[in-house]
């Protein structure tokens, strides 16, 4: 009897070993990624991006050079003033006016230029196509039944940095 029962127990706990077992194969593995990180250091990173910031600073140098041309016409327009040689004062003046309304015009053309080159790039589908598959690979590779992005829902309330990918998927895409 006392065989039987020993023999009854080490069943039981093999039982139990293998229901855990089983178990422990069906939990879902979740991973999150800071898709808003990833997408910023995508594009700090990306060729389009340097040239919209190298557009945006020769826009910004110009606009500079011509503003100080006006500070400069400025200058001599109360200098002429002074001196009580108004037809000299009024003829800057008039300059003044041409080449402020000239700016006006220019920064306003630059920055609708500027603004369709940043939207052009934020909607491009490349990125996206590469994040997708890039995750894909990851949760395949890491054994992950679903991977959710921090800013896509507000329902994640705490999340474990031990499931955080965010790192991964910025190495896997080069970045």
């Given at each position: 009897?006392?065989?039987?029962?020993?023999?009854?127990?080490?069943f039981a706990v093999v039982f139990m070993l293998a229901t855990f077992s089983a178990a422990a194969q069906q939990i879902t593995k979740f991973g999150v990624v800071d898709t808003s990180?990833?997408?910023?250091?995508?594009?700090?990173?990306?060729?389009?991006?340097?040239?919209?910031?190298?557009?945006?600073?020769?826009?910004?140098?110009?606009?500079?050079?011509?503003?100080?041309?006006?500070?400069?016409?400025?200058?001599?327009?109360?200098?002429?003033?002074?001196?009580?040689?108004?037809?000299?004062?009024?003829?800057?003046?008039?300059?003044?006016?041409?080449?402020?309304?000239?700016?006006?015009?220019?920064?306003?053309?630059?920055?609708?230029?500027?603004?369709?080159?940043?939207?052009?790039?934020?909607?491009?589908?490349?990125?996206?196509?590469?994040?997708?598959?890039?995750?894909?690979?990851?949760?395949?590779?890491?054994?992950?039944?679903?991977?959710?992005?921090?800013?896509?829902?507000?329902?994640?309330?705490?999340?474990?940095?031990?499931?955080?990918?965010?790192?991964?998927?910025?190495?896997?895409?080069?970045?």
């Open positions: 009897m006392k065989k039987n029962f020993k023999s009854l127990i080490a990180k990833v997408y910023s250091v995508y594009f700090k990173n990306s060729a389009p991006i340097r040239n919209y910031e190298k557009k945006k600073a020769e826009f910004q140098e110009e606009i500079n050079k011509r503003t100080e041309e006006l500070k400069t016409l400025q200058q001599k327009k109360l200098e002429y003033e002074k001196n009580g040689n108004d037809s000299q004062a009024l003829k800057i003046e008039a300059e003044i006016t041409k080449k402020t309304d000239y700016l006006t015009e220019y920064t306003n053309a630059k920055n609708v230029e500027l603004d369709s080159m940043l939207k052009s790039l934020e909607s491009s589908d490349d990125f996206y196509k590469k994040l997708y598959n890039t995750l894909g690979q990851i949760a395949e590779s890491g054994g992950y039944s679903m991977i959710l992005s921090l800013q896509a829902s507000n329902s994640i309330l705490w999340y474990s940095n031990s499931v955080d990918i965010t790192e991964q998927v910025i190495q896997k895409l080069g970045l």
